[in-house]
């Protein structure tokens, strides 16, 4: 299946800090990726649709303005996490929707994002 | 809106053959997926169901009925390195293709 990465695979950071997250699509292009946040035992949470050239859309209750999403590039989205607290603590993880043949989403191996 | 179900735990033992259910409320559907999770990993795809049947790839297969809103995911000769969690996922009928998950199915494959 295609490839997609993640940087950083983990971070610990300071309350009030913000972190950015890269999403790279390494052997496809992607016109559209997802971010995903997920608790620990928990299923994944969808929190915006990144759609390159244009804004995220984000999903009901979560903050645009703390989740900042830029997809810049047809192989790259990122998301900021700003002035991040404790609560934001979770494991991060994107995908990229290949719209080839399967028109699937291959997933990134995860952030783990840790808010002392 | 979409809702999925699926149960939360399963356990089986090496060889055994597990069935993970998954059934749907959704105004549109356009699919059904299926993802594995190992634990703090990130989600691999399985198997991918448009059309109602039976779709096989190696020991998994996955089966959808859209007029039950129903589908499953098949393994076959358990391995402890099936034991993960598993979930459905629902494509909405959208240009994104974005998914909606069910809470997931961890699966115990004992010796």
């Known amino acids: 299946g295609a490839v997609v990465s993640q940087h950083p695979s983990w971070v610990i950071c300071k309350s009030g800090t913000s972190v950015k997250i890269e999403c790279r699509s390494l052997?496809?292009?992607?016109?559209?990726m997802f971010w995903y946040r997920q608790f620990p035992k928990q299923s994944l949470m969808l929190m915006a649709t990144?759609?390159?050239?244009?804004?995220?859309?984000?999903e009901q209750g979560v903050e645009k303005d703390k989740f900042l999403i830029n997809h810049a590039s047809l192989t790259l989205s990122t998301l900021t996490v700003t002035s991040a607290h404790p609560e934001d603590s979770s494991f991060y993880i994107c995908?990229?929707?290949?719209?080839?043949?399967?028109?699937?989403?291959?997933f990134g191996p995860g952030t783990r994002l840790t808010v002392l | 809106g979409q809702s999925l179900e699926q149960p939360s735990e399963v356990t089986a033992v090496e060889g055994a053959i597990v069935q993970i259910n998954c059934t749907y409320q959704?105004?549109?559907?356009?699919?059904l997926s299926w993802y594995q999770q190992h634990d703090g990993g990130a989600p691999t795809f399985l198997s991918y169901n448009a059309l109602d049947g039976l779709e096989e790839t190696g020991r998994f297969s996955s089966f959808l009925s859209r007029s039950d809103s129903y589908g499953y995911l098949l393994l076959q000769e358990l391995q402890m390195k099936d034991s993960a969690s598993y979930f459905c996922?629902?494509?909405?009928?959208?240009?994104?293709?974005?998914?909606?998950f069910g809470q997931g199915t961890t699966l115990q494959v004992k010796p």
């Open positions: 996922a629902v494509r909405a009928r959208s240009n994104t293709g974005k998914l909606i």
């Open positions: 995908s990229a929707r290949d719209t080839g043949s399967t028109d699937t989403q291959y």
């Open positions: 990144s759609n390159e050239g244009s804004k995220a859309t984000y």
């Open positions: 959704t105004s549109g559907f356009y699919g």
């Open positions: 052997d496809f292009q992607a016109t559209t």
